[in-house]
């Protein structure tokens, strides 16, 4: 719909959304994985962009490498 709309904000925030949850899928897969082997998820710092959802862990960097907003934007947990 978006795209028939020429909606442009709304293409870009679908694709987003589909590029970060390709990364929740490997993080989750991971997770369940090591729970399955009887292992702690061994999850460490994650961060979150606030604009597109990218997803990472450890120390977030200096631009999100999905939407290209500033470090300032992550949101960390």
Known sequence: VAELQEERAAIRSN????EAEK??????GEAKTAVE????????QVYVCSVCGWTGEGEPPDE???CKVKKEKFVTF
């Open 23 to 28: 990364i929740h899928a490997v993080m989750y």
């Open 15 to 18: 694709a987003w959304a589909m």
């Open 37 to 44: 082997a009887g292992k702690d998820a061994g999850v460490g």
């Open 64 to 66: 999100c490498p999905l």
